[in-house]
């Protein structure tokens, strides 16, 4: 089969690999779409948990094409998204509602081949039967919003809480719709890029700031105590430690951008211990597949607007670079 390959870091190849065999607990999916992540330029840079070389790619579904021996509740023609996150089920972190905390964890596109590949092959156990209304657009976003279900169990939004977001990239903006759906009395965002601003004005955010040296006072003017809940989408080190000068007393930081696994940011304790914060961290999903269909078959989140790129496995390495300098949306790889 075809699959894009990450040989070695900061490396991208488009080669021809052998078929992925399938475990009897196991079944391989013939790839429809996956999507580009921020995820996947962490791992191109070597800042993330993977070893190379790997085929990356965690966003994705596709149809079933052959079923493992052991496997009854699939057959092929299934069509199916597929949870990158693979938990054993038997640690005490699985045993304690934590199985993405797994102390055996594994990860389709980060330890293991992914979907930027013609077939992937995924334990059972991780595939999802999908509603016949959704489209491949929506199948690719369902493990993001999958990580937006996870943040919003993690974070505590109380009535009425203004809301800021940093960075209004593809995550950004699905955040800006679930909160709206959370109970924020609004939903501020600042971005440096004026169409992402616009974008998530349509989405539901009721203030939206540029990045700039009037963005200070702008969001002093919308909330002159302070956000109670701030989340930061970017995953740029500067921009997390400048974030906390936005929270309210008593407010909530969540940590929702991937920032490079060697960057270190300061916060004063005296100003965590002063102002009552609550420091939030949320890492991928945990067993919210489900809702995430629900959200996106009930047409609650809108993902439509959010892919810019569509692209053949051959563009791979334009559109991912295109990804990394900031000139797209949500790129979607079309594999057949």
């Excluded at 999916?29 to 993330?48: K, L, M």
């Excluded at 493990?143 to 940093?166: G, S």
Aim: charged fraction near 15%; hydrophobic fraction near 45%.
């Amino acid at each position: 089969m075809k699959a894009v390959l990450f040989p070695a870091p900061e490396s991208i190849s488009i080669e021809r690999v052998p078929d992925p065999p399938c475990a009897p607990d196991e079944v391989v999916v013939q790839v429809s779409r996956c999507g580009i992540c921020g995820t996947d330029v962490h791992i191109y840079r070597n800042e993330y948990m993977s070893n190379f070389p790997v085929i990356p790619g965690h966003e994705f579904g596709g149809v079933i094409v052959e079923v493992g021996k052991a496997v009854t509740d699939f057959k092929v023609g299934d069509r199916v998204a597929v949870d990158p996150n693979l938990y054993c089920g038997h640690c005490d972190m699985c045993r304690n509602e934590m199985a993405n905390h797994c102390l055996n964890w594994q990860g389709v596109g980060i330890t293991r081949p992914g979907g930027f590949a013609e077939f992937v092959a995924a334990p059972a156990r991780a595939c999802y039967h999908l509603p016949a209304s959704l489209s491949d657009a929506q199948v690719a976003f369902i493990e993001p919003l999958a990580c937006v279900v996870h943040a919003m169990k993690r974070i505590r939004i109380l009535p009425a809480d203004p809301v800021l977001i940093l960075g209004a990239g593809p995550m950004g903006l699905l955040l800006v719709q679930a909160l709206r759906r959370m109970g924020a009395s609004y939903v501020a965002v600042v971005e440096k890029q004026p169409a992402r601003l616009e974008l998530a004005r349509a989405m539901g955010a009721s203030f939206t700031t540029p990045v700039g040296p009037d963005q200070d006072a702008a969001l002093k003017a919308i909330a002159p105590r302070g956000f109670g809940v701030v989340i930061d989408a970017t995953g740029v080190p500067a921009v997390i430690e400048g974030a906390f000068r936005y929270l309210r007393p008593r407010g909530a930081f969540l940590q929702f951008g991937v920032a490079p696994n060697h960057a270190r940011v300061s916060v004063s304790p005296y100003d965590i211990f002063r102002n009552d914060w609550t420091i939030i961290g949320t890492f991928a999903l945990c067993y919210t597949f489900l809702p995430a269909i629900d959200w996106l078959a009930s047409g609650a989140i809108d993902v439509t607007p959010l892919v810019s790129h569509v692209a053949p496995m051959q563009e791979f390495a334009t559109v991912f670079q295109q990804f990394v300098a900031g000139q797209t949306l949500k790129v979607h790889i079309v594999m057949n």
